[in-house]
Every structure is written in structure tokens, then in C-alpha cells.
């Protein structure tokens, strides 16, 4: 569920957009074969699938699979702004351990953002998060 992967992904995304707000829209490009990254993505980190892309042959690694018409075909996922709302909630009551299948796992995180400022952080997201 909200495991070390969805954590370290809202730490990521939230002190990117607090120190360095991106200027545009926020996208990841999944691989059309790849399904592994696209339940954290959508359900966990606040992405949705908006669209399709092929780069041209010459900008493709010659080791990237191909589909049946030789293209490499790399889904787009937009992140949603409102999302940072959620994560200042989650970096709110995030008491330094996650629970999964496997047990209980103990994430420290040391950043200034999440520590020293980090009232500063939580208003910022939440600003940003309000923003349209």
C-alpha cells in the first residue's frame, strides 16, 4: 500500500515542487509494456494517464523493446497539482514508520524541507496545491 516506494516518491515529488516548482506540467513516461510502476503512479502518487508517445528511431537505445511495427511506445502520466494537498497530510502524520506485507519497515528521512523548514514545506504544498 504506502510503502517505501510511495514514500520516497512524495518526498521526491513534494521538495521538487517546493525548492524548484517545475514550470510546466510534471510528466513520466512509462514504457507501454512496463505495468509495474502504474499503480504507484496513478494510485499512490497522484498521476494520470494522458496520452501516448514515440520518439523518432534515432533517439531510441537500439536495447529498447519495440512493439510488432518497430516503434518504441512510452505512455505519458501527468501528475495532478492537487495531489500535493495529500502528501502535505501524509508528511503531517508520517511518524517514520511504514507498515507492508512484509512487516514494518523504519524510514528516516533527513531532509531540511522535512525537518528544519518543515512548516515551511507543509504550507508551500499546500498552496501549490490549490493552485490551478
Known sequence: ?????????????????????????????VHEDNKLPRGLLEKRLGFVRNGEEMPPASAVPVSMKRNA???????????????????ADWITSFSGSLKSKAGMSKLKIALPSMNQHKADTLTALRDLGRKK
Request: aromatic share 12%; net charge positive; glycine share 12%.
Open 69 to 87: 511495427q518497430g516503434q518504441v511506445v512510452g505512455h505519458l502520466f501527468e501528475f495532478q497539482r492537487a495531489t500535493l494537498l495529500k502528501f
Open 1 to 29: 500500500g504506502w510503502g517505501i516506494a510511495t514514500a520516497l516518491g512524495i518526498v521526491a515529488i513534494s521538495n521538487h515542487f517546493v525548492w524548484d516548482p517545475p514550470k510546466g506540467r510534471m510528466i513520466a513516461h
